[in-house]
């Protein structure tokens, strides 16, 4: 009997969880390590790794009907948008339904990890033990290296990454403060909606390069996400159709006092708020263009206009990293850009597997979920890929369809469509099959 390969998981976020799942149903061997004390990633609040992004009043805006796992309903009486702490007990109530606990080791990160001259992994442990694997799962997430803007200048208030978010008296107390908020993605939107309130922030601006169009978490009283685009419709035509929805549903952004979006909608990765444009019209929160120069106390905007400020943030991204790769070529670009096949492979190295490293729509929750059957096929040989010369082209045609239409940012170098990804992913997985059963030897071969 052929012994099966063996596997290790870095990070026991959701991608790496339901990767173990899926593992463990087809009987591969695996490790995960986890620099945490326990399951969630970006989920767990005040996670003590310092990788969590997670912030007191954060609720998902996926939708309950979007995020929950294929064979493990979530609970009946969560509401349509659950906040973080249900979330993260829905992951661990998962963890401990499927038996995967025992297969994690906690409090042990995975500090460098480099492939053998025979192919497989040693993968060194912050303990200092090194082990070898078969195949190695990168699911170590990508919203904790936050990215912040250079500005000339210096401030002399305080000033830090959403990323350290927790309320607004966490990590300072920001009432009667002057607040400067960078960006206008969703972090943003929550962080300056929370803070605009009375009487917290004195006054509340955002700052940004470019106008957004903020979607609704509802429309016509149905949550808006349960809508999706039939893998069989054109692309071209559903994204026109979308748009002329959105700006019928939400109206001009100027409307609400925000400034024009230079683009279409659906052309950016949606901000979806409840609450934004509500806080933006009542003039709560006011608007201003990208930061130019900062000037001590005070911050000079990019028409001429000075404030005084006491805080900014900087709601800016996050870099895509792995700091346990040495390889280069295993690392993006100074762009965030790393074309993978499915999102997952990269051409030639056939026992790595890059899990949740997508910014998919509508959710990431249960993205890895659906990669996992592609990776298990692979590694029990039902699946064979491409060739990695096929596997180039498909990343280019698949990039041309999931990215074509944004306009050009490191926001947008992962971004994919959730449901036509799937779609796409299950047929792969059938003409990689397909490809499987032709390499087998005939019988009367296989007897010789």
Known sequence: MTTPPTACIIGAGPSGFTTAKRLKDEGIPFDVFEMSDDVGGNWYFNNPNGMSACYESLHIDTSKWRLAFEDYPVPADWPDFPHHSQLLKYFRDYVDHFG??????????????VRTDDGRWAITLSTGETRTYDVLFVANGHHWDPRTPDYPGEFSGTAFHAHAYRSPFDPIDLRGKNVVVVGMGNSAMDIASELSQKPIAKTLWVAARRGVWVLPKYINGRVADKAAMPHWMPRKLGLRLAAKR???????????????????PLTAHPSVSGEFLTRAGCGDIKFKPNIAELLGHQVRFEDGSVEDVDAIIYATGYHISFPFFEDAALRPDAENRFPLFKRMMKPGVPNLFFMGLAQPLPTLVNFAEQQAKLAAACITGR????????????????????????YKSQRHTIQVDFGLYVHDLMKEIGRGERRARQARPAPAEAAT
């Open 100 to 113: 995967l606990r025992p297969h994690i080791t906690f409090n042990t990160a995975v500090t460098k990890a």
């Open 246 to 264: 959105i700006r019928k549903v939400v109206g001009n952004m100027e409307d609400y006092g925000l400034p024009a979006p230079d683009h279409e």
């Open 383 to 406: 699946y064979v890929p491409p060739s990695p010369a096929e596997m180039e082209a498909i990343i280019a045609k698949d990039e041309a369809l999931h990215m074509g239409h944004f």
